[in-house]
Nanobody, 115 residues
Framework: VQLQASGGGLVQAGGSLRLSCAAS????????IGWFRQAPGKEREGVLC????????YFADSVKGRFTISRDNPKSTVYLQMNSLKPEDTAVYYC?????????WGQGTQVTVSS
């Protein structure tokens, strides 16, 4: 089971980015995928996740109305669309899944939002 996050970068406040989480070694269709982030000096926090059936759960109220998650099972990829980005969204973003009571994390991708 492997996850690889990509798509981060530097963007101005108000801009958009789309992160990708590519899965390999397992059938993505059957698994929920979550996005988490960790800002400098802060603990890692959950952002939102998508169930195997495509339902979305938000963990961070601050991203509601700005971030959306989607999945493309044939491409084994989950996307995090981030709009109206704010400097406080600056963090390393990670994707995660769980299989047989074990968590699998992607390597993280840096998102930096300048004011």
């Amino acid at each position: 089971v492997q996850l690889q996050a990509s798509g981060g970068g530097l963007v101005q406040a108000g801009g958009s980015l789309r992160l990708s989480c590519a899965a390999s070694g397992f059938t993505l269709d059957h698994y929920a995928i979550g996005w988490f982030r960790q800002a400098p000096g802060k603990e890692r926090e959950g952002v939102l996740c998508i169930s195997s059936r495509g339902g979305t759960t938000y963990f961070a109220d601050s991203v509601k109305g700005r971030f959306t998650i989607s999945r493309d099972n044939p491409k084994s990829t989950v996307y995090l669309q981030m709009n109206s980005l704010k400097p406080e969204d600056t963090a390393v973003y990670y994707c995660k899944t769980r299989s047989k009571s074990r968590d699998y994390w992607g390597q993280g991708t840096q998102v930096t939002v300048s004011s």
